[in-house]
């Protein structure tokens, strides 16, 4: 009997974890900035921006694949650029995957990040300022530990979320069984493939790790912090 | 205190439209802003202190100026050096009474320690007798003691001026009266001046040495 830890579940796992925590900490940076943003900055076409970036949960992952590749594929500007500046081609690696990712798991960051900002009253912001913090030092010490609740159920769920990725990873970084192969793709190939035993087996390791991860969301996502 | 304002904002929410012009110059060292509630005071004073940006106009606080359209000048609200009392207190709800205290004194992007030990922090615990709950959240405390840790968090960074929104309006009539009182001391004591907007007739009578009056968003000189 072989180990587990060369088992090709195990391996397509430990994939799977590195691609989600990788998009996941893409989707946290970017979700927070833009949910700053749309939280506390008045701007013509806001609600306009925010439905542009809630795009990728609304649309089929293959369209927003299809996207990703044109952008970051051979002929595609930032492709294009990485390859002739960098020789990086990102097209079936796993960073491709993990772009894939963190397109799909981004708005839920940006969806609980928005509205968890939103509830910090900006009063406490100005207080903090004319104490003579900067905004910088404003946004770490009174916004993000007054938020963080709604941040991280975002980013717990955008973390599942990639776990769980499928169509825009297929068409962005294919099925290469050891570099591209996350446990979602390993589990339509071992249908089929008739591998029942192999299916079986990953369906449980995902199901157990998505159920934990959204009983760890559904704990912290209720906003609730001592009242000043 | 030498304070000038003269400054003009157009405030637009949906449809309806606010004009604030204010223009007046005080050399006392109390100066209170009277008028009802929506007459513009707290803007005026968010733009004293630099929370509000005015369309037009020059303000000056003792020699200094701090905003001036038309030179270009705005002093983020973190150089004033003002302290602001809001009239609900924005308690950090997150920190500690002496963190609270101790929030202006660290510039940087970590909060003060729960136990955070300071000189400042020790004189204003002490001045306002606070050391009995200086390791409690601000929701724990009662009305008074929110308005002393707000004021000991706004004076301990030495600031050279105190600003003050309508600051006894979230207190009952009979704590009102006392912490009245021990403004006005301490007041004397440090010696700071301030600004202070109200609609209540009661603390123009007891701060009142330049009352200004403000209306529909004007604001027109009324000596006392």
Partial sequence: MHSFFSDPAWIALRLSLKVACWATLLALIFGMAFGYLLARKRFAGRELLDAVLTLPMVMPPTVLGYYLLV????EGPVGAWLQHHFGINLIFTWQA???AAAV????????????AFETVDTQLEQAAKVLGVSSFGVFLRVTLPLAWRGVLGGTLLAFARSMGEFGATLMVAGSIPGKTQTLSIAVYEAVQAGQDDTANLLVIITSVVCITVLVLANKLTPNRHPEG | MQIQVDIRKTLRSGDRVFELDARFESASQRVVIYGASGAGKSQLLKAVAGLMTPDSGRIALAGRCLFDQAQRIDITPQRRRVAYLFQDYALFPHLNVRQNIAFGLQRGWRNPLARVEAEAVRYWLAAFELEHVAQQLPHQL??????RVALARALAPQPGALLLDEPFAALDPALRERMRAELDALQRRLSI?????THDPEDVRA?????LRMEGGRLEEQET
Wanted: aromatic share 6%; no cysteine.
């Fill in chain 1, 97 to 99: 995957a993990v772009m």
């Fill in chain 2, 207 to 211: 701060f009142g040495e330049h009352v």
């Fill in chain 2, 193 to 197: 001046p301030m600004i202070l907007i």
């Fill in chain 2, 142 to 147: 009662s009305g008074g003691q929110r308005q």
């Fill in chain 1, 104 to 115: 799909v798991a981004f708005p839920l960051v940006l969806k609980g990040a928005r509205a």
């Fill in chain 1, 71 to 74: 952008i970051i594929g051979r």
